[in-house]
């Protein structure tokens, strides 16, 4: 009866994520030529949908993974509950008046998240039927594996998403934009990453790290040294000409990986322990005293990138704080002292200003009369919700 039942609404549930998937789009008539949505304002439909999907992809989702890894008994009903409303949404974002928006990477987008969900759930479904005998045994092992990977992706693409939604809502990111959206937002949402993994680290994370025999800073340095490779050879169109952004964001990058290198070697001991150090932080802390000085175009924006800076540098310097004199190089053990957070919340609130300070939204910001103090005081606040649902 169990068996029947969960089959029904599987199958009820993929045929729901298959006509979403292959829905048409909107009509583009209303919008202007050369321009990426229409002058109509948002309706509440279209509101409510993206309400509702903040709610499930960015909250219910990643805390049914949460208790999916602690086996808890709530995981199935919370992300079946989850789905329906987030099916529910996504009708929503199809049945809105008001603003209209022309092909997108938010709708295309859309189609592989909802195939993911679909497969996600009819994993779920069969493993909750424990089928093990014959055939299924071995079956079983493999969807163990796909489910797992896929939870745990489920975030990450989901927050992909909700930026595509947002610079969709907008019309942002076309055009020449586009190479700016890129840098800002991919190394925003790096940021509130990092924070991410050190909040993870601080509260759960300590006996993987004594298992895996590295320090923190090991695998801090390793990602650095890597990223710094990669920005040093992707800041510049070769065979151009260099400008001055080039040679700026390029020694970023040689910096980055100078000191991953130096970071991951001060990582290993004499005894061959590993051993804690201060190179991710300076690194982070460099990083945001070169960007409080990059000079830009509007004043607004050059007072948000100082923010930007300055709150960066500021994490740098809490994080050499935290290894130097709280814990005095040990590694952190137990309850999290309250200095231990300061860190990834500066993190979380680096990565939201620096994704928040493109030239289309404060050109957006300083038309609508808003000044930098009220605008930096809105991402603080965003990130303090973050890192209240961490």
């Known amino acids: 009866m169990l068996q029947t039942r969960l089959t029904r609404v599987y199958v009820l549930l993929l ?6 998937a292959s829905a048409h789009e909107h009509h583009g008539g209303k919008i202007p030529d050369g321009e990426a949505i229409s002058v109509e304002p948002i309706d509440s439909i279209l509101w409510w949908h993206i309400c ?3 709610v499930t992809f960015g909250i219910m989702f990643p805390l049914g993974m949460v208790l999916g890894l602690v086996h808890s008994r709530y995981h199935v009903p919370l992300q079946l509950t989850t789905t329906l409303i987030a099916i529910s949404a996504v009708f929503l974002g199809h049945a809105h008046k008001g603003r209209q928006f022309a092909p997108n990477i938010h709708a295309t987008f859309a189609s592989s998240l909802l195939w993911m969900l679909g497969i996600q759930v009819g994993l779920g479904i069969y493993l909750k039927l424990h089928l093990e005998r014959g055939f299924n045994g ?9 489910h797992s990977i896929l939870g745990k992706a489920m975030p990450l693409v989901s927050w992909m998403q909700m930026l595509f939604g947002g ?13 700016q959206c890129l840098a800002h937002f991919i190394m925003g949402s790096g940021f509130i990453a990092y924070g991410v993994i050190l909040t993870i680290m601080l509260l759960v994370g300590q006996a993987w790290l004594k298992r895996t025999g590295k320090s923190q800073e090991f695998w801090d340095s390793l990602v650095i040294a890597i990223w710094g490779c990669i920005n040093t050879f992707t800041e510049h169109r070769w065979g151009h000409h260099w400008n001055h952004g080039d040679i700026q964001h390029t020694s970023m990058g040689i910096v980055w990986w100078c000191a991953g290198l130096l970071g991951l070697w001060l990582s290993r001991g004499r005894d061959g322990q590993s051993k804690r150090n201060v190179i991710p932080a300076v690194v982070i802390f460099l990083t945001g005293w070169a960007m409080a000085g ?12 100082a923010a930007f800076g300055y709150t960066l540098m500021a994490a740098g310097l809490s994080r050499i704080l935290e290894i130097c004199f709280i814990l005095t190089d040990k590694p952190s053990l137990g309850e999290p002292m309250a200095f231990q957070h300061l860190t990834p919340f500066l993190l979380f609130a680096s990565g939201f200003i620096f994704m928040s300070a493109t030239e289309e939204q404060l050109a957006l910001i300083s038309t609508l009369g808003i000044d930098h103090v009220s605008y930096l005081l809105v991402l603080y606040s965003l990130a303090f919700l973050l890192y209240l649902c961490m």
């Open 15 to 20: 045929f729901s994520v298959g006509r979403i």
């Open 52 to 54: 509702l999907m903040i």
């Open 138 to 146: 071995k079956l079983r092992s493999f969807a163990v594996v796909l």
């Open 167 to 179: 610079i969709t809502a907008l019309g942002f990111c076309r055009a020449d934009h586009l190479g």
């Open 294 to 305: 990059h000079t830009q175009h509007l004043p607004l924006s050059t007072m948000v990138h």
